[in-house]
T-cell receptor, first 116, second 111 residues
Framework: DTGVSQDPRHKITKRGQNVTFRCDPI?????LYWYRQTLGQGPEFLTY????????KSRLLSDRFSAERPKGSFSTLEIQRTEQGDSAMYLC??????????????FGPGTRLTVT | GQNIDQPTEMTATEGAIVQINCTYQ??????LFWYQQHAGEAPTFLSY????GLEEKGRFSSFLSRSKGYSYLLLKELQMKDSASYLC????????????FGTGTLLAVQP
């Protein structure tokens, strides 16, 4: 168990540019979540995958945001035409779901995005 | 609606005991989680309660009362490294089981 990994750890971009983040979940975890966290706040849910299917998206996720999990393993989160309000920590979490029981979510180290 | 309340900041002394409270009002409930988050790092899972009562894990204990919509995290024998933000989160009922987080309680442990 190597834990959830995310890349890059930090990203500075200019307003209007596109960015893409990657998340590698714990290998046997079939559930993957993206959250966004701003300073002084708790994480807020963005989207959820079970295997390769994206089953829920938050209203926080505007049309500029897209997420994929093409083979049910790693996931990418892309933000197009970034805005200063997108500056935040983007956290990925994964968990198991076995025998009808949802297990706890384990978080990656996050990608800190700064839009200038 | 979803509402999770916890104190913004707390201060405690090394070696002491501190209790961090969390109250919640959510449309569904499928367990309550406590996470620890050091500045600039990922939240780390501490404890989980789904039934009423106390769960103990070493220096950390967590309590849940579903009828009161209330939980607390108890930290004993405080160490300087316990200075961190403590996040209370409710897991929703439903297929997603996503977590709804409070804003976190920033705990400062002083010598």
């Amino acid at each position: 168990d190597t834990g959830v990994s995310q890349d890059p750890r930090h990203k500075i971009t200019k307003r209007g540019q596109n960015v893409t983040f990657r998340c590698d979940p714990i290998s046997e975890h079939n559930r993957l979540y993206w959250y966004r966290q701003t300073l002084g706040q708790g994480p807020e849910f963005l989207t959820y995958f079970q295997n390769e299917a994206q089953l829920e998206k938050s209203r926080l996720l505007s049309d500029r945001f897209s997420a994929e999990r093409p083979k049910g393993s790693f996931s990418t989160l892309e933000i197009q035409r970034t805005e200063q309000g997108d500056s935040a920590m983007y956290l990925c979490a994964s968990s198991r779901f076995k025998s009808g029981y949802p297990y706890e979510q384990y978080f990656g180290p996050g990608t800190r995005l700064t839009v200038t | 609606g979803q509402n999770i309340d916890q104190p913004t900041e707390m201060t405690a002394t090394e070696g002491a005991i501190v209790q961090i409270n969390c109250t919640y009002q959510t449309s569904g409930f499928n367990g309550l989680f406590w996470y620890q988050q050091h500045a600039g790092e990922a939240p780390t899972f501490l404890s989980y309660n789904v039934l009423d009562g106390l769960e103990e894990k070493g220096r950390f204990s967590s309590f849940l009362s579903r009828s009161k919509g209330y939980s607390y995290l108890l930290l004993k024998e405080l160490q300087m490294k316990d200075s961190a933000s403590y996040l209370c989160a409710v897991r929703e009922v439903g297929a997603t089981n996503k977590l709804i987080f409070g804003t976190g309680t920033l705990l400062a442990v002083q010598p």
